[in-house]
């Protein structure tokens, strides 16, 4: 039973210019993309700078509108609702930011950013406020007494816990983690995944975790998706990742990764060229410009995901 | 709130600067002094009445001997005429007579006569008349001393002989030791006059005295008014001004300025067509403009000072909105893309209140700033406007000093000029300092 459902997701943001304001021409951050996401399963979307993974999990959760497309959770479409609709929708779902210093308002205490949440939701009654929030941060590993502090009282790694805190106050099922750790320093990343896997146990959580890092999507994930220009190009579970991936786009990604045993290293391809501009998308596959193994057809027709079996799919003409 | 306020990183590095402290202690000191004012303690009245002759320099100085003789004669000629009119009334008409007659803002004593008075009058007559003779010898010692002097000159270019103009010279440095042996004469002299008519109207004492010495302490404006109490009544309007100007300028300008912003679109279109249109227009043609239009109505009155302001508020509020418009406009559509925003929205909060509590509580800073830049604006341009005489009706300004004083400047009478420019120096200057000492401390690109 999955939990979230989308299917043909499209997203283009225009861009005026000229006298009269005029739509002149359009980015394509995400183009067609379908997948499903279990109850309880962690997906990761890896992909590099600007192919649209951010763009993705905004759309997911209504922060942006989607262009075209469908998004269905809990077997509701949730594509089109009014504010008014979905308000408990976003109760059930939430986003932890990538960066830990605009992801608060320098304005509000912990206390009083947690509580407008929860009081706006109706999730404690009022004379349970207190207990609830002081577990609350105690939970995410904060000192008691942060209560009444203010944001910028605190480091990158506390400011993300208290955006994970803020994230979990509304009780969700499902968060979206738009790159939680690539603003923390390597130790405090491995802290804060901690604590996420801890909290995911605890609360059941469903993750939609997007990140450009393949380690810790690898780590932390049950099934990875790559995108490429706002494409899927790949999508397979998360411990096969490494014998079973055969995208040239994946294939290129895990042999930039460093890995601490010399003899287990993936050949390194370094791609050539840049990614193509997303005002206009390339006719045939998205990946032609840069692939080491491309053919003609690669240039005018575009490969949609196959499924090769044991839920591995790729987007690739060259892939048997 | 307030506890945590103070607590707040921007002001406890606002409060950390020495200069910043000191110029809002002058700042509430001008304060008190517009409180003062706006109480009432200075009348308009205590502005425009005589305390003394035309143009008598500050600090309480001797003023000259033509000045002070000029002083004794306005002064003697009124009280004659009260004793003259008072001879045949009743005692209760005299009593009133007497303290109706209030020269220079000195009383005659509750506790003298009437006769007592006349007698004074009739023996402070004869002393000034004394000085006569002295004053007749000395008018005409200078006039011929300033005939030597051109004879003297008109020799030199004509060549005459070193005899001559040495015995010319011999004769120029006789008159001058005498006229020098008369002033000290007819200065006694006076002196004597000066002291009968203390005995009439004395210097007042205590309270009342400090006030007389205050009203003189600048000196006299061109119809002998103190200028230390138009300079101070000034500063009442001054704050009036910049207060009201810059509180509803910054009002108006954030509220267009953030609306704009966050809901874009055709709101944002209409607000910066006006800012972009109103900001083509210089605000002295404005100014001009409204006093035209205003011209008849009851904002055209000077016997309503209050109301007469009301084109220069409109004038001015019109046109400084714009400024705060524009910064806040920017920075609230960086705020509104800020992923606490976003986060916000997550949560489900509704536009509104995402725009009240979360957006603009981070522009304050920006409203701090130009509010004292408004303030200073205001200040600055009703200077400007009265000196051309569009702005203030009716009640002093330091822009009318300024224009008033035009005349003196030319004679070297420069306390009224300088009492206006230094009053509104010191306001202006403090004003600077803390709005420079707000932009550090609350401005995050400056940490």
Known sequence: MSLLKVQNLVKQFPVHGGVLNRVVKKVNAVNGVSFEIAKGETFGVVGESGCGKSTLGKAVIR?????????????KVITNLSHKEMMPYRR??????QDPYSSLNPRLTINALLKEAIRFHNIIPANQMNDYIQALITKVGLRADSREKFPHEFSGGQRQRIGIARALALKPEFIVADEPVSALDVSIQAQVLNLMMDLREEFGLTILFISHDLKVVQHFCDRIMVMYLGFVVEMLPAEVLHDRASHPYTQALLGANPIDDPDDRHPLTVLQGDVPSPFNLPQGCPFVGRCPIAEDRCKTDRPSLESKGDGHQVACWKVE | MIKKFFKSRGVRKFLRSKMAIASLGVISVYALVALVVFAGAISL???????GVERMPGFLQQPSRELRLQAVDLRLKAMESVA???ADSTPEEQRRMLNELSLFERQVPDEMLFDEYSTLVVSARQAYDNTGDAQLEVEDLADELVAISEELHEMKSEGA????ISALKDEQKQMQVELASI???????IDIVEAKMLQIQPIPKGMSGTIYKLRLSLGTDAKGASIAMKGLYSVKIAFQIGLIVSLISVFLGSFLGAAAAFYGGWVDNAVMWLVSTLSSIPYLV???VLIVAFRGTIFDDAQKPGLALVPVYTAFCLTFWIGTCRVVRGEVMKIKELEYVQAATSIGFGKSYILIKHIIPNTLHIM???FSLGFIGAIKSEVILSFLGLGVKGQPSWGIMIAHAKDDVSSFFFWEVLTATLFMFGLVLAFNIVSDALQDAFDPKHV
């Open chain 1, 92 to 97: 059930r779902m939430q986003i932890i930011f």
């Open chain 2, 286 to 288: 404005l100014m001009a």
């Open chain 2, 368 to 370: 701090f700033i130009n």
């Open chain 1, 63 to 75: 922060l942006i509108n989607s262009t075209s497309g469908s998004i269905e959770y809990d077997s």
């Open chain 2, 45 to 51: 009245d205590d502005v425009t009445n005589r305390v």
């Open chain 2, 161 to 164: 002989s070193a005899e001559d």
């Open chain 2, 183 to 189: 002033m000290p004469e007819l200065d006694s002299l």
């Open chain 2, 84 to 86: 003259r009119r008072g």
